[in-house]
């Protein structure tokens, strides 16, 4: 009886963590519409599709965020042209987004700055509550990564969700045309 008992459990057990990992798979990022540090619209929906799409709230004050984004600037060069998309989304508020232009100017980003200025998209959409919080969806958007806070070496499995999730194949170097200096029109 009692083995019988534990059986089941493991069953019981099993069935439920599949469940949850399929739960986890199929999970879809919270759509939301912001507007961006020059003052036009973003919404995420219409950018899905494209590939990849890496989500990261941040703030000015908060240095794991800003090592963050200095490394996902590197890939986001490294992927952008086979669709990789990063939106970094300060949490700051209003009075900061002059701070904030000028902090990305500094640093060159050159991915999507948008501005959460109270909170809701953090807060409620994400369930966000310290930062850096990352959220990385295929172009699904299906959650493939999420991540409070970051350390070097995270790259690695954040550089390695990106690539199993790009659409467009690699780019390939145009083959150099035929050297023909030095032949004639006739052959002899």
Known sequence: MKLKSIIV?????????????????????????????????FNLSKNLGIGPIYVSFWATWCKPCVEELKIIQKLYQKY???????VAINTEGPKASAKVKSFVKSYGFTFK???????????????????PFTVLANAEGNIILSAVGFKPGDEVEIE????????SPPETPAEPAPDTAGQSGSEQ
């Open 113 to 131: 700055i948008l501005l959460d200025n109270d909170g809701e998209v953090f807060r409620r959409k994400f369930k966000g509550a310290a930062m």
């Open 160 to 167: 390695k969700k990106i690539v199993e999730n790009l659409i």
């Open 80 to 86: 952008e042209s086979r669709g990789f998309q990063v």
């Open 9 to 41: 459990f493991c069953a019981m057990t099993c069935l439920v963590a599949g469940l949850a990992a399929q739960e986890v798979q199929t999970r879809k990022i919270p759509d939301f519409t912001l507007t961006d540090i020059e003052g036009r619209t």
